[in-house]
């Protein structure tokens, strides 16, 4: 759905916005649409990491050749653009990034990450799909208030 609307979280029943709206991460309520996304980066200064840019049913269905493309994308979009905070939905998600971004196989904790993007500060929270049904979504609600504090403490 999010491939063929053309913007992140385009299920309106996908859990990232209860978390969003509940953990105060943005001083409104913010609706599922191309316009709240644009909003997180333009006003909060926080950007979504995306390193594959077609759609596919899960991470198993992706191969090594589309990460190894998509994130030097990435890494040159965040160095580019310098949002405060490169928000990463996923542990797997941020340890495929530092492998074909990076050059680096790391073990990290979700959370503020040592190393920067460029002058953009690294956030990884759980992934807010249905396919993380372990997490919670008072869990997610948590991770995304401790991205709040963290916004809040940057000038």
Do not use: C
């Not at 990076?102 to 040592?114: M, T």
């Amino acid at each position: 759905m999010s491939a063929r609307k053309g913007f992140y979280f385009a299920n309106p029943r996908n859990r990232f916005w209860s978390a969003l709206n509940s953990s105060g991460l943005a001083d409104e309520a913010l609706e599922p649409g191309r316009e709240a996304v644009e909003r997180l980066f333009e006003r909060y200064a926080i950007g979504f990491t995306d390193l594959v840019k077609h759609a596919t049913p899960g991470l198993a269905d992706l191969k090594p050749e589309d990460f190894r493309a998509g994130a030097p994308v990435l890494k040159e979009k965040l160095e580019r653009y310098a949002p405060r905070i490169a928000w990463f939905h996923g542990k797997e998600t941020y340890r495929r990034y530092l492998r074909y971004g990076e050059g680096v196989r790391a073990e990290f904790e979700l959370g503020l990450q040592q190393a920067p993007i460029g002058e953009s500060r690294v956030f990884v929270t759980p992934s807010p799909s249905p396919a993380n049904a372990a997490v919670s979504l008072g869990e997610l609600v948590e991770w995304y208030r401790r991205l709040k504090t963290l916004r809040d403490s940057i000038p």
